[in-house]
C-alpha cells in the first residue's frame, strides 16, 4: 500500500520507498527513452537476464515476485532497493527481495544481471511467471508506457 502525505495540499510525496520509485518512474516515463542493451543466458534450470546500463541513466525494474540474485559485474551505480539507497561498485551481489521496486542510476556505465531458478525459456512467458508486468508492457512491447507517453515507439505488429 502506498502511503502519502500532502504538503500544503499541494503535492503529495509517498512516504515508502516503493512509492517513491514509482513516482520517478512516473516523472521519467515523459522523458526521451535509452535502450539498455539486454542478453538473455540460460542454463539448465537457470536463467539470466543481463542488461548494460549507460552513464548517467536512470531505469526502474519491473517488481519481481520471487528472490533471486542480482549482480553488478561492471561500473558503479546508485541502487534503491527496498527501503534504502545504496552505492555499489563492481564486483558486487545482492540478494534481490521478492515484492521489490527498484531503481537504479548509473554511475559509470554498468552490466547488471538478475538470475533466476527457472526451466522456462519463453521470454514473454518468463516476464509473467518471473514479474507482476506483462511483456507487452516492458520495454519495447506495445503497451510501455515511456515509448507510448514519448511518441518514441512505432508499433508494428
Not at 512516473?26 to 542488461?51: D, N, S, T
Request: net charge negative.
Amino acid at each position: 500500500m502506498n502511503m502519502t502525505v500532502s504538503y500544503s495540499g499541494m503535492l503529495a510525496k509517498p512516504v515508502d520507498m516503493r512509492g517513491r520509485v514509482e513516482a520517478l518512474e512516473a516523472a521519467i516515463e515523459y522523458e526521451p527513452q535509452v535502450e539498455c542493451l539486454v542478453r538473455h543466458h540460460f542454463a539448465p534450470g537457470v536463467y539470466a537476464r543481463e542488461m548494460t546500463v549507460p552513464t548517467g541513466v536512470v531505469i526502474t525494474g519491473a517488481v519481481h515476485k520471487t528472490c533471486h540474485l542480482s549482480i553488478l559485474s561492471k561500473g558503479k551505480i546508485k541502487l534503491v532497493s527496498g527501503e534504502e539507497v545504496v552505492e555499489l561498485s563492481a564486483p558486487a551481489t545482492i540478494l534481490a527481495n521478492a515484492g521489490t521496486k527498484r531503481a537504479i542510476y548509473a554511475v559509470e556505465e554498468a552490466v547488471w544481471t538478475n538470475i533466476h531458478a527457472t526451466n522456462e525459456t519463453d521470454l514473454d512467458k518468463l516476464v509473467e511467471e518471473l514479474t507482476e508486468s506483462t511483456a507487452d508492457e516492458l520495454m519495447g512491447g506495445k503497451n510501455n508506457r515511456q515509448f507510448l507517453l514519448s511518441g518514441a515507439l512505432e508499433f508494428k505488429g
